[in-house]
């Protein structure tokens, strides 16, 4: 019996990026994940960096909200840490729509139902 490949969520956030683009939907990705030298780390969180912030933005309003956060995780597995936890109750607290979406299909229907409220 063959297993199928979940795509990683690094995968995943490729192709909303793509969809995004190629639907002229203004974003911008948060440079929180992935792993650096302690320099690095350093002179990021100097500059504003703050681990838990949501992987994608759609800074456009609706009429609902300000604007669209997008955490982005595997269809299966990822989990989604306190930190993040956190950041996304205080968008949603602030009049922003912050969601946890795994995988592509679901983050394409949230943008999707989301952009048709403008």
């Not at 203004?26 to 838990?52: C, D, L, Q, T």
């Not at 912030?53 to 759609?58: E, G, M, N």
């Not at 949603?92 to 403008?118: H, P, Q, T, W």
Request: charged share 30%; glycine share 8%.
């Amino acid at each position: 019996m063959r297993i199928k490949n979940i795509p990683t969520e690094r995968e995943e956030q490729k192709q909303l990026v793509r969809y995004l683009q190629w639907n002229r939907i203004p974003f911008y990705a948060v440079p929180n994940g992935g792993s650096r030298n302690p320099i690095e780390a350093k002179n990021m969180k100097a500059e504003g960096v703050s681990a838990g912030v949501p992987d994608i933005c759609i800074p456009v309003p609706n009429k609902k909200y300000h604007g669209l956060y997008i955490e982005m995780k595997r269809q299966n597995g990822g989990r989604v840490s306190e930190k993040q936890k956190e950041w996304i109750g205080r968008l949603n607290r602030l009049g922003y729509l912050a969601v946890v979406c795994r995988g592509f299909d679901e983050a394409r229907e949230v943008v999707e139902s989301y952009m048709k409220e403008i």
